[in-house]
């Protein structure tokens, strides 16, 4: 549109030799333009958003490392709660609430996230920034580490987030499935790892923790699971869902 010539033409090949030679770099699969294009997918989908903004602030100035899901994941996260109908959320792994305010907009108003943090500092930071969304009655978070705070917890979740240490990645696997019923989604963060979970030698924990959880969900009678890699603002990495049966 507002082109001159046939609209049949190529937009490519209608460009100067210059813009052509921009469009080439722009197009090139490195992780600059990985990131370019996950900000404008952002822009377009996601959109500005104050409160997420002001979380995100609020971790970076208490020196909380910047591991959060990005913009677009959040939202998928988000629209997997609604997709599903999930009411009652487990998140494992709460790092400053920014992936817990997007799953507790997505509950509705009579739902819940329970967040598990080993960090007491962590959760301190989080609760601050969820209560300033607007969504702190809806959300639950549990101090402690994981692995003993999972137990102790009444089961029934609809959807579980696991995005905490990659090393007891299949206790929370196992917790999952033992605090979900036959329907509840699971969301495993970082299964990509810039594809060192393809390495069966991998001396990584953090790899070793993955590729296990993923054998797991390839194994286990419990869980029927998939992996998508992707790339964008955290570089290459994944995501796998499994949904328990
Ligand atoms: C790390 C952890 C994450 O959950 C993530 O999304 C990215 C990186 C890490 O521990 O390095
Ligand atoms: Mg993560």
Same mark, same amino acid.
């Given at each position: 549109?507002?082109?001159?010539?046939?609209?049949?033409?190529?937009?490519?090949?209608?460009?100067?030799?210059?813009?052509?030679?921009?469009?080439?770099?722009?197009?090139?699969?490195?992780?600059?333009?990985?990131?370019?294009?996950?900000?404008?997918?952002?822009?377009?989908?996601?959109?500005?958003?104050?409160?997420?903004?002001?979380?995100?602030?609020?971790?970076?100035?208490? *020196?909380?490392?910047?591991?959060?899901?990005?913009?677009?994941?959040?939202?998928?996260?988000?629209?997997?709660?609604?997709?599903?109908?999930?009411? /009652?959320?487990?998140?494992?792994?709460?790092?400053?609430?920014?992936?817990?305010?997007?799953?507790? /907009?997505?509950? *509705?108003?009579?739902?819940?996230?329970?967040?598990?943090?080993?960090?007491?500092?962590?959760?301190?930071?989080?609760?601050?920034?969820?209560?300033?969304?607007?969504? *702190?009655?809806?959300?639950?978070? /549990?101090?402690?580490?994981?692995?003993?705070?999972?137990?102790?917890?009444?089961? *029934?979740?609809?959807?579980?987030?696991?995005?905490?240490?990659?090393?007891?990645?299949?206790?929370?696997?196992?917790?999952?499935?033992?605090?979900?019923?036959?329907?509840?989604?699971?969301?495993?963060?970082?299964?990509?790892?810039?594809?060192?979970?393809?390495?069966?030698?991998?001396?990584?924990?953090?790899?070793?923790?993955?590729?296990?959880?993923?054998?797991?969900?390839?194994?286990?009678? /419990?869980?029927?699971?998939?992996?998508?890699?992707?790339?964008?603002?955290?570089?290459?990495?994944?995501?796998?869902?499994?949904?328990?049966?």
């Amino acid at each position: 549109p507002g082109s001159s010539g046939s609209s049949r033409r190529s937009p490519v090949v209608g460009l100067t030799a210059s813009a052509r030679a921009g469009l080439a770099e722009t197009m090139r699969s490195t992780p600059e333009n990985w990131r370019a294009a996950d900000d404008y997918l952002a822009d377009t989908l996601v959109g500005h958003d104050p409160a997420l903004e002001a979380t995100l602030s609020a971790q970076r100035a208490a *020196g909380l490392p910047d591991i959060e899901v990005a913009p677009v994941s959040g939202k998928l996260l988000n629209l997997l709660v609604r997709i599903s109908g999930a009411r /009652r959320v487990l998140e494992i792994g709460t790092l400053g609430g920014y992936s817990t305010i997007w799953m507790a /907009r997505a509950v *509705g108003e009579h739902g819940r996230v329970v967040t598990v943090e080993a960090e007491a500092d962590n959760a301190a930071i989080a609760r601050t920034s969820i209560d300033a969304a607007g969504v *702190g009655d809806r959300v639950d978070i /549990r101090i402690g580490r994981a692995a003993d705070v999972l137990p102790t917890l009444v089961g *029934g979740f609809d959807l579980v987030f696991i995005d905490a240490d990659k090393e007891s990645n299949t206790v929370y696997l196992d917790w999952a499935a033992r605090l979900g019923h036959p329907g509840t989604v699971v969301v495993l963060d970082n299964i990509g790892r810039e594809g060192e979970i393809a390495r069966a030698d991998s001396t990584d924990p953090m790899v070793i923790g993955t590729r296990d959880a993923l054998r797991m969900l390839g194994e286990d009678p /419990r869980f029927d699971a998939t992996a998508l890699q992707t790339v964008g603002l955290k570089g290459w990495d994944g995501v796998a869902i499994a949904l328990v049966v």
